[in-house]
């Protein structure tokens, strides 16, 4: 039988819900890191970029990190983007066999964003010990 409009958003929300709880603590402070050495010199950065420089088996969720960033713009219309994409570009990754990623620009406020949650974890380690 198929899905109505409701039940087809529910099933995928439940579906990205499962997919997001792969992405750790240290996975997202590692990407949060490592994008703001990447964008430090305001210049636009890809997929490409950060696997360079991040093991491999993190880079299997970096899509999640990159969509969660990506969805706060769509769940918080009123609130400037935190990234923007300006392009595309070919993936390195052999496994990708040509396919594109998306080039992005890391905004003020998506840099402001990553600062205030790098900050929050900083401040709840010192909490916590």
């Known amino acids: ?13 439940e579906l990205l819900a499962a997919m997001y709880s792969t992405v750790t603590q240290w996975d997202t402070a590692l990407f949060d890191q490592v994008l703001l050495a990447i964008a430090a010199d305001g210049q636009p950065f890809s997929m490409n970029d950060i696997r360079q420089v991040v093991p491999e088996d993190a880079c ?20 400037p983007a935190l990234l923007r994409k300006v392009g595309e570009v070919v993936s390195i990754n052999e496994k990708a066999h040509g ?7 890391l905004t003020r406020a998506g840099r402001k964003f990553i600062e205030e949650r790098r900050a929050a974890r900083i401040e709840q380690r010192s909490a916590a010990a």
């Open 1 to 13: 039988m198929p899905l109505t409009p409701e039940e087809a958003r529910t099933q995928a929300n």
């Open 60 to 79: 299997r969720r970096a899509g999640l990190y990159f969509h969660a960033l990506l969805s706060h713009d769509a769940f918080y219309p009123e609130e």
């Open 99 to 105: 396919k594109k990623v998306n080039i992005h620009l």
